[in-house]
């Protein structure tokens, strides 16, 4: 997982990934609806489990305004699922 962060971080520029490690991984199960192929229809609910890993580190930020498009977007594929969430700190901190 950290080695997919610094790729992305190198691919979509902002900034640089200084150290990171894994602190927590477990699996998570998301209850997620179907859609709705017709008016009559009903949607239906299915579990669908998968990764949640929290990366710790330090990064770098080289490019402020492509941080901050990276920032608003989230990072990963299930971004749109809430998933993709940085929570940022001052280094000072």
């Known amino acids: 997982y950290v080695q ?13 990934l200084l150290d990171a490690g894994v602190s927590r ?4 199960g998301v ?3 179907s859609q709705k192929s017709s008016v009559d229809e009903p949607r239906h609910s299915r579990l669908v489990c998968g990764p949640d890993a929290v990366i710790s580190g330090q990064l770098r930020v080289a490019d402020p305004q492509a941080f901050a498009q990276l920032l608003s ?8 699922f809430g998933f993709g969430l940085l929570l940022l700190r ?3 901190s």
Do not use: D, I
């Open 4 to 16: 997919w962060l610094r790729g992305l971080l190198a691919r979509q520029g902002g900034a640089e």
């Open 90 to 92: 001052s280094a000072s």
């Open 25 to 28: 991984y477990q699996m998570l």
């Open 31 to 33: 209850t997620r609806k």
């Open 73 to 80: 977007n989230g990072v990963g594929r299930h971004r749109a």
